[in-house]
């Protein structure tokens, strides 16, 4: 079931990522104890400033953005407009270039109202090579990248590298995509969360993203009581598996805008050898057709399959995890429904093929 199964990761602008992949594949998810990437205000914040930029009726996104950063435009402006905009059947953004027109307001007013409309004006009228481009322009120019945290400033920064490469119109168009879990599925989801969130909680199979320098352990940590902090949140969320675990890295990652290439997690040194099957997925190249990679030519030679299913003479019989080395070195994971999971020689194994 899918709530059997929970990814894992050290700060929360990770999740961003494996959202997109989740909902590539249609796999229904959750993200415990935060919020959704796409749901955390400032995206939603720059999102309503693009979708407004393209479209000058869109009333919901002009409410949200109109005093976003502050500009002293209050609720009693904001209210004289809708009544303005609903007397005369036009949208908000109508409104105001007719309540500039008319004078019918403050000077003070005005003003605030004309440095809006300059400011959206300017981002429809500018050209972009694509919507991480334009995203950055409104960033900038709507004064909104001088108000945040240094975590909302890492969530934004993943949001326009996230743009890089799609054109505009489509990019919105998917966001807008983005709701909530239908009730129907909000028991019976994957779940998503930080490794801080993961503690008193257990899954049948956790995936732990990130094992990097400078991700697990956190940049952030320098000394040695700090380092010494995030090796035990990393067994926190180790312990969180009560069946199979899988640790993965990446050897270059896009961390606050720039490229970086990435050095393994020095915690995957203390993990015991004989319990871990360690695959490099630079092994795995293809090249003429041909597998270039050894632990691919063994786990395609295994003379069983995953989900295959075997008998032990002791412990009876069990569904093959994985099979994995070469020659006398094959190594194969059983899980056997009373004894938990095994990892046996093949070489001593003497395992039976069930059809």
């Known amino acids: 079931d899918y709530r059997d199964f929970a990814l894992l990761y050290r700060i929360n602008v990770q999740s961003r990522a494996l959202e997109?992949?989740?909902?590539?594949?249609?796999?229904?998810?959750?993200?415990?104890?935060?919020?959704?990437?796409?749901?955390?205000k400032e995206v939603k914040d720059l999102t309503a400033y693009m979708r407004l930029a393209l479209n000058r009726d869109d009333n919901v996104s002009l409410r949200r953005i109109i005093n976003t950063p502050s500009r002293g435009i209050g609720a009693s402006t904001l209210s004289k407009l809708e009544q303005n905009a609903k007397k005369k059947s036009v949208s908000l953004y109508v409104s105001i270039k007719n309540v500039i027109k008319a004078n019918s307001i403050t000077a003070s007013v005005k003003d605030k109202l004309e440095g809006f409309v300059s400011i959206l004006d300017g981002i429809s009228a500018a050209k972009y090579k694509d919507a991480s481009d334009m995203l950055h322009r409104i960033y900038e120019k709507s004064g909104y990248s001088e108000t945040l945290s240094e975590e909302r400033t890492e969530n934004v920064e993943e949001f326009i590298y996230s743009a890089e490469g799609r054109d505009i119109k489509n990019f919105a168009d998917e966001l807008s995509l983005v709701t909530n879990l239908d009730d129907e599925n909000s028991n019976n989801t994957i779940s998503l969360m930080t490794l801080h969130g993961a503690k008193g909680l257990e899954f049948p199979v956790v995936c732990i993203t990130g094992l990097e320098e400078g991700v697990l352990p956190y940049f952030k940590a320098q000394d040695p009581n700090e380092i010494a902090e995030e090796r035990r949140l990393f067994y926190v969320g180790i312990t969180r598996a009560k069946d199979l675990l899988f640790l993965s890295g990446a050897k270059k990652r896009k961390l606050y805008s720039k490229v970086q290439e990435q050095e393994p997690s020095r915690f995957i040194a203390d993990l015991p050898d004989e319990f871990c099957n360690k695959v490099d997925k630079a092994l795995k190249t293809v090249s003429s057709g041909r597998s270039s990679g050894r632990k691919q030519k063994a786990r395609h030679s295994s003379p069983y399959a995953m989900g295959s299913r075997v008998k032990h003479t002791k412990w009876g019989v069990g569904v093959v995890r994985d099979c994995y080395g070469e020659g006398e070195e094959q190594k194969i994971t059983v899980n056997f429904p009373e004894y938990g999971i095994k990892r046996l020689s093949l070489k001593v194994a003497h395992l039976e093929k069930i059809a």
């Not at 997109?20 to 955390?40: C, N, Q, T």
């Open 20 to 40: 997109d992949a989740l909902r590539r594949e249609k796999l229904p998810y959750r993200v415990l104890g935060g919020i959704s990437f796409y749901h955390r």
